[in-house]
């Protein structure tokens, strides 16, 4: 049975604050740019201020520039305002593609997975649950068990990554979003700790654009049913748009229902010709249930885990957990059961409020301040334990963005500082037989406290009109404090003892980055870059241990990257667009976790030394009036390059790793689409695609002994869009998709996992690793979603 929760009290208020919050955002968002920063143009110099004495010289001003500019290539007379803007969207020099709305207008987008693969550099898996989506830009998440690690996440500006570095996309519904920005490479010196892969920045749709409301539903495979409502509206010096979606399905592997429930609020008054103020709300509902993850020999056996109601009759290849009967400890036995027996699941909330100000000192200088408070509360009994908690954490960024002149070159000049804090207390309980996750005694406790502040600043200068030079630094002082506390029961009464474990750890960081961004012409684009990044481990990393118990883990290290890139952008007209980027990135400690005896627990520690290297390629033809062909691929070569591993069986045996492959990487991805629209005549709006995924097999374990298998998906849609004569509606929309059309079986999700050894110290072969559980989801079998979306005026 679904549990069904209502939108409720905080989906009621945004309904009733959106008429009363519409405002500011006059912009259109940008056409799809593949793969390219700004452009550099030729640009009038830049007018010093003039003194601000009478209201009669502001009123002479000229209105600051949308938040959103017309397109990746910022115009040289724009405001400070669009300028700090730009640096969430496309910062000049660095690898950037945004993925415009109609890549996804016609088709059932569910998660961010849908969407983000047609962006070069992305790599997406399944998590653990339906819009829980590990996303990696060069491979940078594919080493995690969980969430998001390893970039920085935006939405409309407003950061939505925690202080601690996770980010999860539970909260991400691609229907409410005008554009993606996707920023590729290490980006620590503009977006400070964790930026090592670099980062994402949602963009809703401004309530101008909506001009109404809009309703949509889709429904298909597996009990699959997504309502949803945009609305915006643009009144005076008042802009907002709201949405929100309610989402719920069976899923198609046992143990996998889901119900989700999403609100996403963006609402700017201009107060003053100087001043603008901005309001941003997210609340997400979620809750699911949630398979055990298999091993490769079960994935070949039971791909989608049926028959798989209890431990006792379990068909081959289920999943099973291992509870104690007491809820504490082995005194009374212990049961061996399924996903569905246990009810293994997540029941969380996510709750973001935001404001930012804006004010212009002048024609060319914009300060601008903002303060986000976000709280993360969690319940999930994913394995034999339940992680349970509220994490609430605070971030405030201040700066100033300036436009002006430089010994008589054009500049912009960015300086600003930030504070943000994560401090919770959580807990690690036991699950015990009973069904529906029944709790028993407590594992441990976690007290963590992680504090962030530094400072940023970074100028672009155009040195001639077809050349401009970056330059950026950031300083960030990172504060880990935590105290663990593991508790072990004895005999059958369970006599309590408990074993502590402190950490109090501070880390400096400094990541400077250059740049050049040359146009030899209207047609060739040339960029090159070098910059830095890194990520300190999470305060919970220390103290897990890698057979997934508590203890000390706490010698774990900054990871940092430098990384070089160098590429071009080739627009030859207007219906020929390709792009192509070589990097190059070594990394010192890089931060890799695998999977653990213990289901839905990770171990971390750090590879002293690593490579990553690798290819993008981009390409959007529109060959003939309504056709397009547009294609992503990533290419990924990613090695240990000194790490010794120690695998402990009795005695401790060494291993090298050097020259290995980093596990979780697939060296091979490509996304490409082919479609026609009709343009004109009584079939005008009817439109058809086939799209065509393709991922390499990877390994999933240090030793390059044992590889998750690859695949190729196709997809067809056939969408329809037409305009409606009314006073009441604008607009329907059609479509309809058959996704895996082939019903290839693959894997969605592949954790990595530990390597083992016989008591000899003989590395135990893949034929036996395959037996190890905790990593695999497979991928969903042949699917039918049709929906159906109408406007109103």
Not at 224 to 246: I, M, Q, R
Not at 277 to 285: A, E
Not at 341 to 355: C, H
Not at 753 to 767: D, E, H, K, L, M
């Amino acid at each position: 049975m679904f549990r069904f929760h209502a939108l409720g009290g905080v989906s009621g208020l945004a309904l009733l604050l959106a008429p009363a919050t519409i405002a500011n955002a006059t912009h259109d968002l940008p056409p799809v740019t593949v793969d390219a920063p700004r452009e550099v143009r030729a640009r009038p110099s830049v007018q010093k201020p003039k003194p601000r004495a009478s209201s009669a010289l502001r009123s002479t001003r000229q209105p600051v520039a949308a938040q959103n500019p017309a397109g990746p290539a910022q115009s040289q007379t724009a405001s400070a305002s669009a300028a700090r803007a730009m640096l969430n969207q496309a910062p000049a020099g660095q690898t950037e593609t945004t993925l415009d709305r109609s890549r996804w207008d016609d088709r059932p987008a569910f998660s961010v997975g849908d969407v983000l693969r047609e962006s070069p550099g992305i790599s997406v898996k399944q998590g653990n649950g339906p819009r829980d989506i590990g996303i990696s830009i060069r491979g940078s998440n594919a080493r995690n068990g969980f969430g998001i690690r390893n970039l920085v996440i935006f939405d409309d500006g407003f950061p939505v990554t925690q202080p601690d570095g996770l980010s999860r996309s539970d909260l991400i519904d691609p229907r409410a979003y005008g554009a993606i920005d996707v920023i590729r490479g290490p980006s620590s010196a503009l977006y400070g700790n964790y930026a090592t892969g670099g980062a994402l920045n949602f963009r809703t749709r401004p309530g101008g654009t909506i001009d109404g409301v809009e309703y949509g539903v889709d429904g298909g495979s597996f009990g699959y049913l997504n309502n949803y409502l945009a609305a915006g509206k643009k009144v005076g010096n008042f802009e907002g748009s709201l949405f929100a979606s309610d989402a719920r399905g069976n899923g198609y592997i046992g143990n996998s229902w889901f119900n989700t429930q999403t609100v996403n609020f963006l609402g700017t008054l201009r107060a003053t010709p100087d001043d603008r103020f901005t309001v941003k709300f997210i609340n997400n509902d979620l809750s699911i249930r949630l398979p055990i993850r298999s091993s490769l020999n079960q994935f070949y056996q039971n791909p989608f885990q049926q028959g798989c109601a209890t431990g006792a009759t379990a068909a081959l290849g289920c999943g099973t957990v291992t509870l104690f009967n007491n809820g504490f400890n082995t005194a009374a036995g212990t049961d061996k059961e399924t996903a569905v027996q246990a009810g293994l699941g997540r029941n969380d909330r996510r709750t973001i409020v935001g404001g930012r100000w804006e004010h212009d000192f002048d024609n060319t200088t914009t300060w601008r301040n903002q303060f986000v408070f976000d709280d993360r509360n969690i319940s999930q009994p994913t394995g034999p334990t339940s992680a349970i908690g509220d994490f609430p954490s605070y971030n405030y960024m201040s700066d100033v963005t300036k436009r002006g002149e430089i010994l008589g070159l054009e500049s912009t000049t960015f300086f600003g500082g930030f504070y943000n804090r994560l401090a919770a207390s959580s807990d690690t309980v036991n699950v015990m037989p009973g069904g529906n996750a029944t709790l028993g005694r407590l594992s441990s406790n976690l007290f963590s406290d992680t504090t962030n502040y530094g400072l940023r600043a970074r100028e672009e200068l155009k040195i001639t009109p077809s050349l401009t030079a970056v330059a950026g630094i950031g300083w960030e002082t990172t504060l880990l404090k935590g105290l663990n506390t593991a508790y072990t029961y004895t005999g059958a009464a369970g006599v309590t003892s408990t074993a502590l474990t402190a950490a109090d750890r501070q880390f400096q960081n400094t990541a400077p980055e250059l740049a050049l961004l040359y146009r030899l012409n209207s047609e060739w684009q040339f960029r090159a870059r070098v910059a830095t990044g890194y990520g300190t481990p999470q305060v919970s990393n220390l103290f897990i241990l890698p057979s997934g118990l508590s203890g000390n883990n706490t010698q774990l290290d900054t990871q940092k990257n430098l990384g070089y890139d160098l590429g071009f952008d080739w627009t030859p007209n207007t219906t020929l667009k390709l792009s192509a980027t070589a990097f190059y990135e070594f990394f010192r400690n890089e931060l890799v976790s695998q999977a653990t005896p213990l289901a839905g627990i990770s171990f971390t520690f750090n590879a002293p030394r690593s490579e990553h290297r690798g290819v993008e390629l981009a390409a959007d033809w529109k060959f003939q009036p309504g056709w397009r062909f547009t294609a992503a691929y990533t290419y990924l070569d990613e090695v240990y390059t000194e790490y010794t591993e120690n695998i402990t069986n009795g005695a401790v045996f060494s291993f090298n790793r050097a020259g290995n492959k980093i596990p979780g990487i697939s060296p091979n991805e490509l996304t490409a689409r082919l479609g026609y629209d009709q343009l004109s005549g009584p079939l005008a709006g009817l439109g058809a695609f086939a799209e065509v995924q393709l991922k390499d097999a990877f390994y999933i374990d240090n030793a390059n002994l044992l590889k998750a298998p690859g695949y190729e998906l196709v997809n067809l849609n056939v969408h329809y869009k037409t305009e409606l004569a009314s006073d009441t509606f604008k607009s329907l929309s059609l479509y309809l998709e058959v996704r895996n059309l082939f019903d290839r079986t693959y894997v969605a999700s592949a954790n990595n996992i530990g390597n083992s050894v016989t008591a000899a110290g003989v590395q135990n072969p893949a034929s036996i690793l395959a037996n190890t559980t905790g990593s695999i989801y497979a991928g969903s079998p042949r699917a039918f979603v049709a929906g159906m979306k109408v406007a109103f005026r």
